[in-house]
């Protein structure tokens, strides 16, 4: 085909498009990987509702499941594997140790491009500083 | 048993174990999540554009756009501009419905025997219509892993997300593209097993795509709702892919196997990709039946096969015998 200009430029374009990451990347500053701030409430309490590797990957299963028995079945008390036991609340429990949502919660939720809807609603706990 | 898809579903399972055992028991991290992903995108770009550029140089012999349409001809007649492209414009409007809408495979049809001998041709929409969800959530479920390759992410992208998660089940919410990407390669799977004559014509290379491509959809579905990774490192590992700033090894290992998978099956792909048939992506371009125009009458296509030919045209034969036609009083076009 006589068409080499043509496809050659096609070829082209596709390979911007397909290498988008690397050179948006280069333009824009690069964002470090996000630390977390604990509070002095949080590193005194040392271990959190369940072991740090679990929370980091499974809290929004958790807190799923706590919302689900406190509105359905009305079950408030959560028993972890130390027999330790918890009131089921993100506000009043989660959020009572780790009252700095910004430097807490939002961080690794930005750096991930996350929204909860959690926010949605619980957003006026006075414990909470946005 | 089907020895084609056996042996292609069992190549899938010796990838996902050999990623598994590289990860979970040598501790190979940085082969895996760094090295073979790198590879894979370089071996991707250099094979997609040798194969391009291979279809480039071969010759198109003949003006073969296959029509669906009436061809243009006397003013009165209607013609078909996008069925039968006559210009430039045409080709480029078949060519974008072609790409956008799969026009010709719409047009499939399956053909059965009446109870009473009869033939009759029955439209045919199913392959059409997974084939068209296909494609759209994959390209919509590659859209949204921007989100692990940028920082901050650009807008389009987060509504996207949110539509793509708008029914809200769950937590982490389901993305509606995921689900339906693994029901459709279900489907196309399926239809390959069970419709005979397609299980016929089908090869090991048409399986293994496929295997590959559920492989990665289940395992990205797997670790985002069952088997859960922790999202913030994954994100440091991809980011760091992309904006050459790579973590720890520490951190690294702290992703579960289930996601070193996922990139080796994605790194399968795209090494695969360029040299199978998945590379109808760029091909579909370079279709001579539709990247052409129905204009044989108008503009002569030259085959480039063409030898040059002396040939002895009528003004050369007259000149040669002007005298003795004139002689014989034959009729010549120039009289001296």
Redesign the interface.
């Known amino acids: ?1 006589n ?2 200009g043509k ?2 430029a ?2 082209i374009i ?2 911007v498009v ?2 988008f ?2 050179w ?3 333009f ?1 500053e ?2 470090p ?2 630390e977390l701030v604990l509070t002095a409430k949080a590193q005194a309490a040392k271990v959190c509702v369940r072991d740090t ?1 679990f929370m ?3 809290h ?2 958790l ?2 499941e706590w919302r689900d028995t406190v509105v359905r079945k009305a079950e408030r008390i959560y028993v972890n594997a130390e027999g330790k036991e918890f009131n089921m609340s993100l506000s009043n429990t989660c959020l009572d140790c780790h009252s700095n949502k910004a430097e807490f919660c939002d961080r ?1 939720h930005q ?4 929204e ?2 959690c926010w949605d609603c619980h957003i006026d706990n006075p414990k909470e500083t946005k | 048993m089907n020895v084609k898809y056996f042996y292609s579903f069992l190549a899938v399972l010796v990838l996902a174990l050999i990623a598994w055992v590289g990860c979970d028991l040598l501790g190979l991290q940085v082969l895996f999540g760094v090295i073979l992903p790198y590879i894979a995108v370089v071996v991707f ?1 250099v094979g ?2 040798l194969r ?2 291979d ?6 012999p003949f003006q073969i756009p296959t029509t669906a349409g009436q061809a243009k001809s006397l003013p009165w007649i209607k013609f078909n501009a996008i069925d039968s492209p006559f210009t430039t414009g045409g080709v480029v409007a078949r060519m974008f419905f072609e790409v956008v809408t799969f026009r010709s495979l719409f047009r499939n049809t399956r053909m059965r025997v009446n109870p009473d001998g009869r033939i009759s041709y029955d439209i045919e929409l199913w392959l059409w219509l997974f084939a068209l969800a296909f494609h759209y959530t994959f390209f919509v479920v590659i859209l949204r892993h ?8 650009p807008l389009p ?2 509504i996207l ?1 949110k539509i793509d998660t708008f029914v ?1 089940i ?4 389901i993305s509606m593209s995921s689900f339906a990407l693994l029901g459709t390669v279900l489907f196309l799977f399926v239809r390959r097993v069970y419709l005979p004559n397609i299980r016929m014509i089908s090869l090991a290379s048409d399986f293994f795509p496929l295997f590959l491509i559920f492989g990665i959809v289940f395992t990205g579905i797997f670790m985002r709702y069952f088997a ?6 994954a ?2 590992l991809t ?1 760091g892919l ?2 050459f ?1 790579l ?1 720890s090894l520490a ?1 690294m290992q ?1 992703i ?1 196997s289930i996601f070193y998978i996922h990139v080796f099956f994605v790194s399968v792909l795209l090494v695969y990709f360029p040299w199978s048939k998945l590379m109808h992506m ?1 091909g579909i ?2 279709s001579p039946t539709r990247n052409m125009a129905n204009n044989t009458r108008a503009v002569r296509h030259v085959n480039p096969w063409n030898y040059p030919v002396n040939v002895h045209t009528y003004e050369e034969y007259e000149d040669d015998f002007r005298e003795k036609m004139i002689e014989a009083g034959l009729p010549v076009d120039k009289k001296e």
């Open positions: 085909m068409d080499k496809i050659i096609g070829i596709f390979f397909a290498t990451p690397f948006f990347n280069m824009v690069k964002t990987a996000p590797a980091k990957a499974n929004m299963q807190l799923d690794c750096y991930a491009s996350i909860p809807y | 770009l997609f554009f391009m550029m279809w480039a140089r071969s010759t198109v921007a989100r692990f390759f940028l920082e901050p992410l992208f987060e997300e809200q769950g937590q982490p919410v859960k990774i922790d999202v913030t490192a994100k440091e980011y992309v904006s700033n973590p951190k702290g579960g760029g371009f370079l």
